[in-house]
């Protein structure tokens, strides 16, 4: 079956990085996009980057755009997020989750990785 | 980037109801929405995407419609269960935008 294992969540001070995993088993990962999508303390969901099967194409939220960078490596099923300069208003928990194709949502989700931005 | 509106933002209603939920984008999105449902504390989970397919799994109570700006998600027979929070996603073009969420009540 699809599991999707997010790690790296924790608190970090303002300014600051951390690096967010999801583990991928349970599907030929390098054939599917994985989205990256977070959500707030009691807010609604905001969707954060996406990457292609490959690494050849990635977009992301204009919130987080020249802050976070995703990445992949099929190698080791597993799917990436760097975020560096990081803010209070990043705080939320980030989930991972797998493309069902480029135009139809995503089909299978992490349970999610608590980032907590704070001094 | 595209906007979506849900209505209403929240609702209530009892076992056994039909409830329909809108959405609507700022500009077209043919036919590529998807609608999620979120429990308290957990993932949200896929019920329809490509605005009207059902995904595996889902109860046939759950359906979807529409096309361009325009559509909507129904529950015919509400349960129990169905009881959570409904977002809506367009996936036409990146970034892939969320409406911004309907809670469902027990009335």
């Known amino acids: 079956q699809v599991q999707l294992v997010e790690s790296g969540g924790g608190v970090v001070q303002p300014g600051g990085s951390l690096r967010l995993s999801c583990a991928a088993s349970?599907?030929?990962?390098?054939?599917?996009?994985m989205h990256w999508v977070r959500q707030a303390p009691g807010k609604g969901l905001e969707w954060v980057a996406f990457i292609r099967y490959d690494g050849s194409n990635k977009y992301y939220a204009d919130s987080v755009k020249g802050r976070f960078t995703i990445s992949r490596d099929n190698s080791k099923n597993t799917l990436y997020l760097q975020m560096n300069s990081l803010r209070a208003e990043d705080t939320a928990v980030y989930y991972c989750?797998?493309?069902?194709?480029?135009?139809?949502?995503?089909?299978?989700w992490g349970q999610g990785t608590l980032v907590t931005v704070s001094s | 980037d595209i906007q979506m509106t849900q209505s209403p933002s929240s609702v209530s209603a009892s076992v056994g109801d039909r409830v329909t939920i809108t959405c609507r984008a700022s500009?077209?999105?043919?036919?590529?929405l998807a609608w999620y449902q979120q429990k308290p504390g957990k993932a949200p989970k896929l019920l329809i995407y490509a605005a009207s397919s059902l995904q595996s799994g889902v109860p046939s109570r759950f359906s979807g419609s529409g096309s361009g700006t325009d559509f909507t998600l129904t529950i015919s027979s509400l349960q129990p269960e169905d009881f959570a929070t409904y977002y809506c996603?367009?996936?036409?073009?990146?970034?892939?935008?969320f409406g911004q969420g309907t809670k469902l009540e027990i009335k």
């Open positions: 349970g599907f030929t990962f390098s054939s599917y996009g």
């Open positions: 500009q077209g999105i043919s036919s590529w």
């Open positions: 989750a797998k493309d069902l194709t480029a135009v139809a949502g995503t089909d299978y």
């Open positions: 996603q367009q996936a036409n073009s990146f970034p892939h935008t």
